[in-house]
Protein backbone atom coordinates (compact mmCIF):
# COMPACT_ATOMS: atom_id res chain seq x y z
CA UNK A 1 0.00 0.00 0.00
CA UNK A 2 2.68 2.31 1.08
CA UNK A 3 4.67 1.52 -1.78
CA UNK A 4 1.89 3.16 -3.91
CA UNK A 5 2.58 6.59 -2.04
CA UNK A 6 6.10 6.42 -1.16
CA UNK A 7 7.99 5.72 -4.41
CA UNK A 8 11.27 7.12 -4.06
CA UNK A 9 13.60 4.39 -2.67
CA UNK A 10 16.00 6.71 -0.66
CA UNK A 11 13.12 8.19 1.21
CA UNK A 12 12.00 4.97 2.66
CA UNK A 13 14.30 4.73 5.87
CA UNK A 14 13.32 8.45 6.37
CA UNK A 15 9.51 6.76 7.12
CA UNK A 16 9.39 7.95 11.49
CA UNK A 17 6.34 8.24 14.10
CA UNK A 18 5.04 11.96 14.38
CA UNK A 19 6.60 12.32 17.44
CA UNK A 20 10.16 11.36 15.93
CA UNK A 21 9.24 13.84 13.47
CA UNK A 22 8.36 16.89 16.31
CA UNK A 23 11.88 16.57 17.13
CA UNK A 24 13.30 18.62 14.10
CA UNK A 25 11.67 21.94 15.41
CA UNK A 26 13.60 23.86 17.75
CA UNK A 27 12.35 27.16 19.55
CA UNK A 28 11.61 30.42 17.71
CA UNK A 29 11.54 28.49 14.57
CA UNK A 30 9.69 29.53 11.27
CA UNK A 31 7.42 26.63 10.02
CA UNK A 32 5.56 26.73 6.99
CA UNK A 33 2.25 24.21 6.63
CA UNK A 34 0.42 23.27 4.11
CA UNK A 35 -3.35 24.14 4.09
CA UNK A 36 -6.14 26.18 2.89
CA UNK A 37 -9.70 25.95 4.77
CA UNK A 38 -9.85 23.44 6.44
CA UNK A 39 -8.21 20.98 3.79
CA UNK A 40 -5.09 19.33 3.12
CA UNK A 41 -3.03 20.27 6.04
CA UNK A 42 -0.79 18.22 8.34
CA UNK A 43 -2.43 16.59 11.16
CA UNK A 44 -0.26 14.14 13.09
CA UNK A 45 3.24 16.62 13.56
CA UNK A 46 1.51 19.27 15.06
CA UNK A 47 -0.62 17.40 17.17
CA UNK A 48 2.78 16.05 18.85
CA UNK A 49 4.08 19.28 19.01
CA UNK A 50 0.86 19.90 20.62
CA UNK A 51 1.87 17.08 23.41
CA UNK A 52 5.58 18.69 23.77
CA UNK A 53 3.74 22.04 24.38
CA UNK A 54 1.28 20.36 27.11
CA UNK A 55 4.38 19.14 29.00
CA UNK A 56 5.56 22.38 29.16
CA UNK A 57 7.98 23.48 26.47
CA UNK A 58 8.51 26.74 24.82
CA UNK A 59 8.25 26.55 21.67
CA UNK A 60 6.95 29.88 20.34
CA UNK A 61 6.63 28.82 16.99
CA UNK A 62 5.42 31.09 13.59
CA UNK A 63 2.85 29.09 11.78
CA UNK A 64 2.27 30.27 7.93
CA UNK A 65 -0.15 28.58 5.85
CA UNK A 66 -1.85 29.04 2.92
CA UNK A 67 -5.24 30.13 4.86
CA UNK A 68 -7.74 28.89 7.56
CA UNK A 69 -6.91 25.18 8.91
CA UNK A 70 -8.31 22.42 11.20
CA UNK A 71 -8.03 22.14 14.96
CA UNK A 72 -5.13 19.61 14.68
CA UNK A 73 -2.77 22.57 13.55
CA UNK A 74 -4.43 25.59 15.01
CA UNK A 75 -6.49 24.58 17.86
CA UNK A 76 -4.11 21.63 19.59
CA UNK A 77 -1.04 24.35 19.14
CA UNK A 78 -3.08 27.48 20.37
CA UNK A 79 -4.29 25.53 23.33
CA UNK A 80 -0.57 24.02 24.30
CA UNK A 81 0.65 27.61 24.37
CA UNK A 82 3.04 26.53 20.87
CA UNK A 83 1.87 29.31 18.87
CA UNK A 84 3.49 32.73 18.92
CA UNK A 85 3.05 34.22 15.54
CA UNK A 86 0.44 33.20 13.08
CA UNK A 87 0.01 34.60 9.53
CA UNK A 88 -2.20 34.81 6.86
CA UNK A 89 -5.65 33.62 7.88
CA UNK A 90 -7.43 31.45 10.57
CA UNK A 91 -11.02 30.22 11.63
CA UNK A 92 -10.21 28.10 14.66
CA UNK A 93 -11.74 29.39 18.15
CA UNK A 94 -8.42 28.71 20.49
CA UNK A 95 -6.28 30.69 17.97
CA UNK A 96 -9.26 33.84 17.62
CA UNK A 97 -9.08 33.65 21.19
CA UNK A 98 -5.19 33.87 21.56
CA UNK A 99 -4.94 36.58 18.72
CA UNK A 100 -7.86 38.46 20.29
CA UNK A 101 -6.74 38.05 24.16
CA UNK A 102 -2.67 39.41 22.16
CA UNK A 103 -0.79 35.67 23.02
CA UNK A 104 -0.56 35.02 19.60
CA UNK A 105 0.66 37.78 17.40
CA UNK A 106 -1.24 37.81 14.32
CA UNK A 107 -1.08 39.97 10.61
CA UNK A 108 -3.91 39.61 8.69
CA UNK A 109 -2.87 39.72 5.35
CA UNK A 110 -3.95 39.39 1.88
CA UNK A 111 -3.48 35.75 0.58
CA UNK A 112 -1.70 36.42 -2.22
CA UNK A 113 0.62 38.81 -0.94
CA UNK A 114 1.85 35.82 1.51
CA UNK A 115 4.07 33.65 -1.26
CA UNK A 116 6.16 36.78 -2.66
CA UNK A 117 6.64 37.28 1.16
CA UNK A 118 7.72 33.84 1.55
CA UNK A 119 10.18 34.43 -1.75
CA UNK A 120 11.36 37.40 -0.53
CA UNK A 121 12.76 36.84 2.90
CA UNK A 122 9.74 39.32 4.44
CA UNK A 123 9.09 36.34 6.99
CA UNK A 124 12.90 36.07 7.52
CA UNK A 125 13.95 32.27 7.22
CA UNK A 126 11.65 29.30 7.07
CA UNK A 127 13.08 26.55 9.12
CA UNK A 128 10.66 23.98 7.92
CA UNK A 129 8.02 23.15 5.68
CA UNK A 130 5.54 20.98 6.82
CA UNK A 131 3.30 19.53 4.45
CA UNK A 132 0.07 17.00 3.77
CA UNK A 133 0.54 15.33 0.48
CA UNK A 134 -1.21 11.99 -0.82
CA UNK A 135 2.22 10.68 -2.35
CA UNK A 136 5.83 11.44 -3.39
CA UNK A 137 7.19 10.72 -6.76
CA UNK A 138 10.05 8.60 -7.46
CA UNK A 139 12.01 11.98 -7.87
CA UNK A 140 11.22 13.41 -4.50
CA UNK A 141 8.39 15.34 -6.02
CA UNK A 142 5.71 16.14 -3.39
CA UNK A 143 1.61 15.12 -4.75
CA UNK A 144 -0.03 17.40 -2.27
CA UNK A 145 -3.99 16.45 -0.95
CA UNK A 146 -7.17 18.63 -0.94
CA UNK A 147 -4.90 21.60 -0.85
CA UNK A 148 -2.00 23.55 -2.67
CA UNK A 149 -2.28 27.71 -0.69
CA UNK A 150 1.76 27.97 -0.26
CA UNK A 151 3.33 24.48 -0.19
CA UNK A 152 5.18 24.76 -3.20
CA UNK A 153 6.70 27.64 -2.20
CA UNK A 154 7.26 26.83 1.36
CA UNK A 155 9.31 23.55 -0.06
CA UNK A 156 10.97 26.02 -2.12
CA UNK A 157 11.95 27.88 0.27
CA UNK A 158 12.20 25.99 3.37
CA UNK A 159 15.72 24.21 5.02
CA UNK A 160 14.23 21.01 5.50
CA UNK A 161 11.09 19.29 4.27
CA UNK A 162 8.32 17.07 6.61
CA UNK A 163 5.91 15.45 4.59
CA UNK A 164 2.61 13.55 6.15
CA UNK A 165 1.28 11.04 3.74
CA UNK A 166 -2.07 10.71 4.37
CA UNK A 167 -3.59 7.27 3.42
CA UNK A 168 -7.23 8.62 3.76
CA UNK A 169 -6.98 11.17 1.42
CA UNK A 170 -7.98 9.39 -2.02
CA UNK A 171 -4.81 8.63 -4.50
CA UNK A 172 -7.24 9.90 -7.14
CA UNK A 173 -6.10 13.63 -6.61
CA UNK A 174 -2.90 12.92 -8.27
CA UNK A 175 -3.15 14.96 -11.63
CA UNK A 176 -5.59 17.51 -10.20
CA UNK A 177 -3.15 19.69 -8.83
CA UNK A 178 -0.92 22.59 -11.37
CA UNK A 179 1.82 23.95 -9.84
CA UNK A 180 3.16 27.37 -11.39
CA UNK A 181 5.92 29.05 -9.46
CA UNK A 182 6.62 32.97 -10.69
CA UNK A 183 9.65 34.24 -10.21
CA UNK A 184 10.57 37.12 -8.11
CA UNK A 185 10.72 40.92 -9.92
CA UNK A 186 12.78 42.46 -11.55
CA UNK A 187 12.73 39.16 -13.65
CA UNK A 188 9.18 38.14 -13.18
CA UNK A 189 6.81 37.28 -16.51
CA UNK A 190 3.55 37.50 -17.78
CA UNK A 191 1.13 34.30 -16.16
CA UNK A 192 0.63 32.37 -18.93
CA UNK A 193 -3.19 32.15 -18.30
CA UNK A 194 -5.92 32.53 -20.09
CA UNK A 195 -8.66 30.14 -19.67
CA UNK A 196 -10.05 29.09 -16.18
CA UNK A 197 -9.25 25.32 -17.44
CA UNK A 198 -5.77 25.52 -18.81
CA UNK A 199 -2.75 23.99 -17.15
CA UNK A 200 0.78 25.47 -17.04
CA UNK A 201 2.76 23.73 -14.73
CA UNK A 202 3.61 20.32 -13.25
CA UNK A 203 1.51 18.09 -11.32
CA UNK A 204 3.95 17.80 -8.15
CA UNK A 205 5.82 20.20 -6.15
CA UNK A 206 9.30 20.16 -7.74
CA UNK A 207 11.64 18.82 -4.08
CA UNK A 208 15.23 17.33 -4.36
CA UNK A 209 14.85 14.32 -1.73
CA UNK A 210 17.49 15.19 -0.01
CA UNK A 211 15.63 18.40 1.59
CA UNK A 212 12.97 15.98 3.08
CA UNK A 213 13.89 14.66 6.28
CA UNK A 214 10.92 12.90 7.43
CA UNK A 215 7.88 11.34 6.19
CA UNK A 216 4.97 10.15 8.91
CA UNK A 217 1.82 8.40 7.70
CA UNK A 218 -1.48 9.66 8.73
CA UNK A 219 -5.17 8.62 8.09
CA UNK A 220 -6.13 11.34 10.01
CA UNK A 221 -9.33 13.16 7.63
CA UNK A 222 -9.38 16.80 6.67
CA UNK A 223 -11.93 18.61 9.81
CA UNK A 224 -13.67 20.57 7.82
CA UNK A 225 -16.37 22.84 9.11
CA UNK A 226 -20.69 21.81 8.61
CA UNK A 227 -21.86 24.70 6.64
CA UNK A 228 -25.28 25.92 7.83
CA UNK A 229 -28.32 24.96 5.79
CA UNK A 230 -29.51 27.14 3.72
CA UNK A 231 -32.32 29.88 4.69
CA UNK A 232 -34.86 32.07 3.17
CA UNK A 233 -32.70 34.64 4.16
CA UNK A 234 -30.15 33.11 1.73
CA UNK A 235 -32.09 32.26 -0.73
CA UNK A 236 -33.58 35.20 -1.08
CA UNK A 237 -30.01 36.84 -1.54
CA UNK A 238 -29.24 34.56 -4.30
CA UNK A 239 -32.22 35.79 -5.81
CA UNK A 240 -31.40 39.33 -5.94
CA UNK A 241 -28.17 38.33 -6.75
CA UNK A 242 -29.25 36.06 -9.62
CA UNK A 243 -32.00 38.81 -10.74
CA UNK A 244 -29.27 41.87 -11.09
CA UNK A 245 -26.57 38.71 -13.10
CA UNK A 246 -29.78 38.24 -15.51
CA UNK A 247 -29.93 42.18 -15.98
CA UNK A 248 -26.58 42.47 -16.76
CA UNK A 249 -26.70 39.63 -19.85
CA UNK A 250 -29.82 41.46 -21.09
CA UNK A 251 -27.59 45.37 -21.15
CA UNK A 252 -24.50 42.49 -22.63
CA UNK A 253 -22.20 43.83 -19.63
CA UNK A 254 -21.78 40.20 -19.18
CA UNK A 255 -21.85 37.01 -21.42
CA UNK A 256 -24.59 34.94 -20.98
CA UNK A 257 -22.57 32.04 -19.62
CA UNK A 258 -21.80 34.96 -17.46
CA UNK A 259 -17.78 35.45 -16.14
CA UNK A 260 -15.49 32.92 -14.14
CA UNK A 261 -16.85 33.36 -10.50
CA UNK A 262 -15.27 33.50 -7.24
CA UNK A 263 -16.96 32.58 -3.95
CA UNK A 264 -16.16 33.63 -0.63
CA UNK A 265 -16.22 31.59 2.26
CA UNK A 266 -18.84 31.18 5.19
CA UNK A 267 -22.15 29.84 5.31
CA UNK A 268 -23.74 33.02 3.23
CA UNK A 269 -21.16 32.71 0.83
CA UNK A 270 -21.66 29.23 0.16
CA UNK A 271 -25.76 29.82 0.27
CA UNK A 272 -25.94 32.50 -2.79
CA UNK A 273 -23.21 30.48 -4.72
CA UNK A 274 -25.57 27.60 -4.65
CA UNK A 275 -28.51 29.54 -5.45
CA UNK A 276 -27.13 29.53 -9.04
CA UNK A 277 -28.04 25.57 -9.24
CA UNK A 278 -31.95 27.25 -9.39
CA UNK A 279 -30.70 29.98 -12.31
CA UNK A 280 -31.17 29.87 -15.85
CA UNK A 281 -27.51 30.19 -16.56
CA UNK A 282 -25.88 27.03 -18.18
CA UNK A 283 -22.03 26.71 -18.68
CA UNK A 284 -20.64 28.90 -16.04
CA UNK A 285 -16.98 28.06 -14.81
CA UNK A 286 -15.59 28.97 -11.34
CA UNK A 287 -12.20 31.02 -10.56
CA UNK A 288 -11.79 30.75 -7.01
CA UNK A 289 -9.48 29.56 -3.95
CA UNK A 290 -12.26 27.32 -2.48
CA UNK A 291 -14.31 24.76 -3.68
CA UNK A 292 -16.99 24.13 -1.19
CA UNK A 293 -20.44 22.53 -1.21
CA UNK A 294 -21.68 24.59 -3.58
CA UNK A 295 -19.83 24.01 -5.96
CA UNK A 296 -19.73 20.22 -6.47
CA UNK A 297 -23.72 21.10 -6.41
CA UNK A 298 -23.10 23.29 -9.56
CA UNK A 299 -20.71 20.72 -10.85
CA UNK A 300 -23.11 18.19 -10.23
CA UNK A 301 -26.00 19.67 -11.89
CA UNK A 302 -23.62 20.33 -15.00
CA UNK A 303 -24.40 23.85 -14.34
CA UNK A 304 -20.84 24.50 -13.84
CA UNK A 305 -18.20 23.05 -16.06
CA UNK A 306 -14.90 23.55 -15.00
CA UNK A 307 -13.48 25.22 -11.34
CA UNK A 308 -10.02 26.01 -10.44
CA UNK A 309 -9.31 26.79 -6.81
CA UNK A 310 -6.55 26.15 -4.64
CA UNK A 311 -8.85 23.92 -2.43
CA UNK A 312 -11.14 21.71 -1.99
CA UNK A 313 -12.81 22.17 1.34
CA UNK A 314 -15.52 19.82 1.87
CA UNK A 315 -18.38 19.61 4.64
CA UNK A 316 -18.44 16.55 7.12
CA UNK A 317 -21.47 15.46 5.79
CA UNK A 318 -20.57 14.70 2.10
CA UNK A 319 -16.19 13.60 3.10
CA UNK A 320 -16.16 10.21 2.63
CA UNK A 321 -18.61 10.49 -0.65
CA UNK A 322 -16.58 13.13 -2.04
CA UNK A 323 -13.10 10.90 -1.67
CA UNK A 324 -14.59 7.85 -2.93
CA UNK A 325 -16.42 8.81 -6.01
CA UNK A 326 -13.67 12.23 -6.98
CA UNK A 327 -12.93 10.50 -10.03
CA UNK A 328 -16.82 12.26 -10.94
CA UNK A 329 -14.71 15.64 -10.86
CA UNK A 330 -11.36 15.07 -11.66
CA UNK A 331 -11.36 16.37 -15.04
CA UNK A 332 -13.97 19.17 -14.29
CA UNK A 333 -11.42 20.48 -11.46
CA UNK A 334 -7.67 22.03 -10.65
CA UNK A 335 -6.21 23.41 -7.57
CA UNK A 336 -3.67 26.01 -7.74
CA UNK A 337 -0.55 27.75 -5.83
CA UNK A 338 -2.72 30.59 -3.98
CA UNK A 339 0.18 32.52 -5.92
CA UNK A 340 -1.77 31.58 -9.02
CA UNK A 341 -5.67 31.29 -7.72
CA UNK A 342 -5.51 34.61 -6.43
CA UNK A 343 -3.34 36.25 -8.57
CA UNK A 344 -4.28 40.11 -9.50
CA UNK A 345 -2.74 39.88 -12.76
CA UNK A 346 -4.57 36.43 -13.62
CA UNK A 347 -7.68 37.80 -11.92
CA UNK A 348 -7.94 40.80 -13.84
CA UNK A 349 -7.46 38.91 -17.45
CA UNK A 350 -10.29 36.75 -16.65
CA UNK A 351 -12.45 39.48 -15.30
CA UNK A 352 -13.79 37.98 -12.17
CA UNK A 353 -17.04 38.12 -10.44
CA UNK A 354 -16.00 38.11 -7.28
CA UNK A 355 -18.98 37.61 -4.45
CA UNK A 356 -17.77 38.04 -0.90
CA UNK A 357 -19.19 38.37 2.37
CA UNK A 358 -19.72 41.77 4.39
CA UNK A 359 -19.42 41.76 8.52
CA UNK A 360 -20.36 45.62 7.54
CA UNK A 361 -21.28 47.90 5.24
CA UNK A 362 -21.21 51.48 5.51
CA UNK A 363 -23.62 54.21 3.70
CA UNK A 364 -20.89 55.02 1.33
CA UNK A 365 -19.91 51.73 -0.01
CA UNK A 366 -16.84 50.63 2.63
CA UNK A 367 -16.52 47.10 3.89
CA UNK A 368 -15.75 45.70 7.19
CA UNK A 369 -14.92 41.64 6.86
CA UNK A 370 -12.69 41.05 9.66
CA UNK A 371 -13.53 42.88 13.03
CA UNK A 372 -16.85 42.74 14.91
CA UNK A 373 -17.21 46.02 16.61
CA UNK A 374 -14.06 47.55 15.33
CA UNK A 375 -11.62 44.99 17.71
CA UNK A 376 -12.71 41.68 17.47
CA UNK A 377 -10.92 39.60 14.89
CA UNK A 378 -13.65 37.08 13.36
CA UNK A 379 -11.43 35.29 10.99
CA UNK A 380 -9.15 37.75 8.70
CA UNK A 381 -9.41 38.85 5.31
CA UNK A 382 -8.65 36.05 3.38
CA UNK A 383 -8.64 36.25 -0.15
CA UNK A 384 -11.20 38.91 -0.30
CA UNK A 385 -9.30 41.93 -1.20
CA UNK A 386 -7.51 40.06 -3.76
CA UNK A 387 -10.41 39.05 -5.55
CA UNK A 388 -12.40 42.19 -4.69
CA UNK A 389 -9.70 44.78 -5.76
CA UNK A 390 -8.69 42.94 -9.45
CA UNK A 391 -12.40 41.62 -10.57
CA UNK A 392 -14.46 42.71 -13.53
CA UNK A 393 -17.59 42.97 -11.17
CA UNK A 394 -17.14 43.14 -7.44
CA UNK A 395 -19.90 41.74 -5.16
CA UNK A 396 -20.32 41.51 -1.46
CA UNK A 397 -23.41 40.48 0.43
CA UNK A 398 -25.09 40.66 3.96
CA UNK A 399 -27.94 40.08 5.58
CA UNK A 400 -29.24 43.50 6.54
CA UNK A 401 -29.31 42.67 10.02
CA UNK A 402 -27.19 40.62 12.78
CA UNK A 403 -27.48 39.70 16.20
CA UNK A 404 -32.08 39.28 16.04
CA UNK A 405 -31.80 42.71 14.60
CA UNK A 406 -30.06 44.57 17.70
CA UNK A 407 -27.35 44.91 15.20
CA UNK A 408 -27.80 46.52 11.76
CA UNK A 409 -25.28 45.60 9.05
CA UNK A 410 -25.62 48.62 7.19
CA UNK A 411 -24.26 51.45 9.62
CA UNK A 412 -22.99 55.21 9.08
CA UNK A 413 -19.13 54.27 9.27
CA UNK A 414 -17.96 50.48 9.22
CA UNK A 415 -16.07 50.58 12.23
CA UNK A 416 -12.94 48.83 10.68
CA UNK A 417 -11.98 49.07 7.06
CA UNK A 418 -11.14 46.11 4.85
CA UNK A 419 -12.58 46.95 1.60
CA UNK A 420 -12.68 50.79 0.58
CA UNK A 421 -15.52 52.37 -1.62
CA UNK A 422 -13.68 52.65 -4.60
CA UNK A 423 -12.93 48.50 -4.75
CA UNK A 424 -16.87 47.83 -4.08
CA UNK A 425 -19.30 47.72 -7.20
CA UNK A 426 -22.48 46.36 -5.61
CA UNK A 427 -24.21 45.58 -2.14
CA UNK A 428 -26.69 42.80 -1.84
CA UNK A 429 -28.61 41.91 1.00
CA UNK A 430 -32.20 39.97 1.79
CA UNK A 431 -33.85 43.08 1.46
CA UNK A 432 -32.42 43.58 -2.65
CA UNK A 433 -29.30 45.05 -4.57
CA UNK A 434 -27.07 48.63 -4.56
CA UNK A 435 -25.42 49.25 -7.38
CA UNK A 436 -22.77 51.63 -6.69
CA UNK A 437 -21.03 51.55 -9.84
CA UNK A 438 -20.32 55.43 -10.79
CA UNK A 439 -22.36 56.80 -7.92
CA UNK A 440 -21.19 59.64 -6.14
CA UNK A 441 -20.98 59.02 -1.89
CA UNK A 442 -23.92 61.00 -1.48
CA UNK A 443 -25.85 58.84 -4.23
CA UNK A 444 -24.44 55.95 -2.90
CA UNK A 445 -25.98 56.66 0.64
CA UNK A 446 -29.26 56.11 -0.68
CA UNK A 447 -28.93 53.63 -3.15
CA UNK A 448 -27.88 51.85 -0.35
CA UNK A 449 -30.35 53.01 2.42
CA UNK A 450 -33.12 52.51 -0.21
CA UNK A 451 -31.98 48.75 -1.55
CA UNK A 452 -30.24 47.42 1.31
CA UNK A 453 -31.18 48.43 4.58
CA UNK A 454 -33.34 46.62 6.63
CA UNK A 455 -36.85 48.82 7.36
CA UNK A 456 -36.39 48.76 10.53
CA UNK A 457 -33.20 50.97 10.31
CA UNK A 458 -34.05 53.17 7.52
CA UNK A 459 -35.34 55.33 9.45
CA UNK A 460 -32.44 56.02 11.97
CA UNK A 461 -29.93 55.79 8.43
CA UNK A 462 -31.28 59.00 7.13
CA UNK A 463 -31.92 60.81 10.01
CA UNK A 464 -27.81 60.33 10.25
CA UNK A 465 -27.56 61.29 6.85
CA UNK A 466 -29.17 63.76 7.13
CA UNK A 467 -27.77 65.16 10.60
CA UNK A 468 -24.34 64.96 8.51
CA UNK A 469 -25.90 67.13 5.34
CA UNK A 470 -26.46 69.59 7.94
CA UNK A 471 -23.36 70.10 9.51
CA UNK A 472 -21.11 69.50 6.22
CA UNK A 473 -23.23 69.83 3.21
CA UNK A 474 -20.98 71.53 0.91
CA UNK A 475 -18.18 68.53 1.60
CA UNK A 476 -18.49 65.03 -0.62
CA UNK A 477 -18.95 63.02 1.75
CA UNK A 478 -20.55 63.93 4.87
CA UNK A 479 -20.27 62.36 8.54
CA UNK A 480 -21.01 63.63 11.79
CA UNK A 481 -17.40 63.06 13.36
CA UNK A 482 -18.88 62.73 16.63
CA UNK A 483 -22.28 60.76 15.68
CA UNK A 484 -20.61 57.84 13.06
CA UNK A 485 -19.24 55.26 15.33
CA UNK A 486 -22.55 55.87 18.15
CA UNK A 487 -23.95 52.92 16.87
CA UNK A 488 -21.51 50.62 17.48
CA UNK A 489 -21.02 52.21 20.79
CA UNK A 490 -24.99 52.07 21.85
CA UNK A 491 -24.56 48.03 20.50
CA UNK A 492 -21.59 48.03 23.15
CA UNK A 493 -23.23 49.75 25.64
CA UNK A 494 -26.85 48.56 25.68
CA UNK A 495 -26.69 45.15 22.99
CA UNK A 496 -29.01 47.38 20.43
CA UNK A 497 -28.10 49.54 17.43
CA UNK A 498 -32.07 50.47 17.66
CA UNK A 499 -32.98 53.85 18.93
N1 LIG B 1 -22.03 42.87 13.70
C1 LIG B 1 -21.68 41.98 14.66
N2 LIG B 1 -21.57 40.65 14.43
C2 LIG B 1 -21.89 40.22 13.20
C3 LIG B 1 -22.28 41.07 12.17
C4 LIG B 1 -22.35 42.45 12.46
N3 LIG B 1 -22.70 43.34 11.54
N4 LIG B 1 -22.52 40.34 11.07
C5 LIG B 1 -22.26 39.06 11.37
N5 LIG B 1 -21.89 38.99 12.67
C6 LIG B 1 -21.52 37.78 13.40
C7 LIG B 1 -22.62 36.74 13.36
O1 LIG B 1 -23.59 36.99 14.36
C8 LIG B 1 -21.83 35.47 13.62
O2 LIG B 1 -21.50 35.45 14.99
P1 LIG B 1 -21.46 34.07 15.82
O3 LIG B 1 -20.28 33.32 15.24
O4 LIG B 1 -21.23 34.54 17.22
O5 LIG B 1 -22.78 33.42 15.57
C9 LIG B 1 -20.52 35.72 12.85
O6 LIG B 1 -20.42 37.15 12.72
C10 LIG B 1 -20.49 35.09 11.45
O7 LIG B 1 -21.60 35.53 10.75
P2 LIG B 1 -22.41 34.61 9.74
O8 LIG B 1 -23.63 35.38 9.35
O9 LIG B 1 -22.55 33.25 10.28
O10 LIG B 1 -21.50 34.68 8.46
P3 LIG B 1 -20.58 33.70 7.62
O11 LIG B 1 -20.35 32.35 8.19
O12 LIG B 1 -21.13 33.76 6.26
O13 LIG B 1 -19.18 34.50 7.67
C11 LIG B 1 -17.68 36.35 7.42
C12 LIG B 1 -19.13 35.85 7.33
C13 LIG B 1 -17.63 37.79 6.92
C14 LIG B 1 -17.17 36.29 8.86
C15 LIG B 1 -16.80 35.40 6.51
O14 LIG B 1 -17.32 35.40 5.22
C16 LIG B 1 -15.36 35.86 6.46
O15 LIG B 1 -14.56 35.53 7.33
N6 LIG B 1 -14.99 36.66 5.44
C17 LIG B 1 -13.67 37.21 5.30
C18 LIG B 1 -12.76 36.34 4.50
C19 LIG B 1 -13.24 36.19 3.09
O16 LIG B 1 -14.13 36.85 2.61
N7 LIG B 1 -12.66 35.31 2.38
C20 LIG B 1 -13.12 35.12 0.99
C21 LIG B 1 -12.12 34.69 0.13
S1 LIG B 1 -11.48 33.21 0.93
Redesign the pocket.
Known amino acids: MIENRLRCEILKDRIMEAKEAAKFFKKDMVVGASGF ?1 PAGYPKSVPLALAERGEKGEDLGLTIITG ?1 SVGDELDGALSRAGVLKRRYP ?1 Q ?1 NKNSRNGINDGSIQYADMH ?1 SHVPQWVKSGFFGNIDIALVEAVAIREDGGIIPSTSIGNSNVFVEKADKVIVEINTSQPLSLEGVHDIYSPENPPNRKPIPLTKTNERIGTDYIPCDPDKIVAIVISDIKDKTRPV ?1 PIDDISKQMAKHLIKFLEKEVEKERLPENLLPL ?1 S ?7 AVLGGLVDSNFENLTIYS ?2 IQDSALDLLDSGKVTFASGTSLTVSPERLDDFYENFDKYKDRVLLRPQEISNNPEVIRRLGIIAM ?5 VDIYGNV ?3 N ?2 GSKM ?7 GD ?1 TRNAYLSIFT ?2 SI ?2 NGD ?3 I ?1 PMVSHH ?1 HTEHDVHVIVTEQGVADLRGLSPKERAIEIIDNCAHPEYKEQLLEYLNGSYEICASKHTPHSIDKSLSWHKKFLDSGTMKK
Open positions: TAYTLAQGVGSVANEVNTAIENSTIMMNGIGGSFTQAKVSSVD
